[in-house]
């Protein structure tokens, strides 16, 4: 586990295929330095598939919301994968009523791991 800004740690797993970061604690404005660091890192080994893993989160505000969108929009130029697990709690709830569900690749835990 690495990464410690406040109320936020990340877990870093990767393989040839992917590269998962599980995002456990709290995103918003005191933590977000932390999580863009670390998305900043993962983007920079260009792997053919991230995963932000958001389950872990019990709160995530705008700052999180804004940080899928942008590490979106970083896999779509770069040609590359994005996908993000939302779990069932407050964070899904944040991205469905935002509307924003629908235009990620949103896997659930038990849908399985591969995509």
Known sequence: M???GGGLWVD???DPDRLELALCGELDTDTLPTAQDEVAAAEAEAPPLLVLDLTGLHY???TGVRL???AQNVADD???RLAVRLGHGQTRR???ML???GRL???DLEDGDRP
């Open 99 to 101: 509307g924003i569900t």
């Open 105 to 107: 690749e949103v896997l």
């Open 60 to 62: 995530v505000d705008s």
């Open 68 to 70: 899928v969108l942008l």
């Open 78 to 80: 770069a040609q590359r």
């Open 2 to 4: 690495s990464g410690s």
């Open 12 to 14: 870093r797993t990767a």
């Open 94 to 96: 944040m991205f469905d």
